[in-house]
T-cell receptor
Framework: GAGVSQSPRYKVAKRGQDVALRCDPI?????LFWYQQALGQGPEFLTY????????KSGLPSDRFFAERPEGSVSTLKIQRTQQEDSAVYLC??????????FGPGTRLTVT | KNEVEQSPQNLTAQEGEFITINCSYS?????LHWLQQHPGGGIVSLFM???GKKKHGRLIATINIQEKHSSLHITASHPRDSAVYIC?????????FGTGTSLTVIP
């Protein structure tokens, strides 16, 4: 595809459910970022991959959050035992160079 | 502590007005991004700049590295410019984002 894609675009989960959010980066981009954007706020960094290596996961808010990129392309962000405070838009971005990032459309997660 | 601060948070303008959105940052950077986010949509990069000024159509971005300040200007604003405008600075492995300026342009 021409850009970064994310799926699903919208997800409603009951509190306590596990969810998995997918990101397909631009082909050939080695760097992949996940961000969390709460309503009315700017995005906040969650984690960063270079190829399959997760180089920085300092932004993951709790051990319920887990991200992987096993083959260095598609990435999955998993949230276990979702809580209401997890409701946000989850944005994925990829880049071939550190200073440029191309963002996906985001996945809006609502935990009820 | 916010590494990136934007003002104003909300802005309503009449069509045709000249608009300015400001961004101040506290971290050392080599470049700053201006991003646009439409409701329900993803983020589109408008500018990446490290010095001086860039222009694209009706949009102009300026940066003063010494003062750690950048501005985004929209000339002859139009209702389709209504969106959230976010400034972001890359540092280390992360981007720090401002909270965004929500712009509404009224016909």
């Amino acid at each position: 595809g021409a850009g970064v894609s994310q799926s699903p675009r919208y997800k409603v989960a009951k509190r306590g459910q596990d969810v998995a959010l997918r990101c397909d980066p631009i082909s050939g981009h080695v760097s992949l970022f996940w961000y969390q954007q709460a309503l009315g706020q700017g995005p906040e960094f969650l984690t960063y991959f270079q190829n399959e290596a997760q180089l920085d996961k300092s932004g993951l808010p709790s051990d319920r959050f887990f991200a992987e990129r096993p083959e260095g392309s598609v990435s999955t962000l998993k949230i276990q035992r979702t809580q209401q405070e997890d409701s946000a838009v989850y944005l994925c971005a990829s880049s071939s160079q550190r200073l440029e990032q191309y963002f996906g459309p985001g996945t809006r997660l609502t935990v009820t | 502590k916010n590494e990136v601060e934007q003002s104003p948070q909300n802005l309503t303008a009449q069509e045709g007005e000249f608009i300015t959105i400001n961004c101040s940052y506290s971290v050392g950077i080599s470049a700053l991004h201006w991003l646009q986010q439409h409701p329900g949509g993803g983020i589109v990069s408008l500018f990446m700049l490290s010095s001086g000024k860039k222009k694209h159509g009706r949009l102009i971005a300026t940066i003063n590295i010494q003062e750690k300040h950048s501005s985004l200007h929209i000339t002859a604003s139009h209702p389709r410019d209504s969106a959230v405008y976010i400034c972001a600075v890359p540092t280390g492995n992360q981007f720090y984002f401002g909270t965004g300026t929500s712009l509404t342009v009224i016909p």
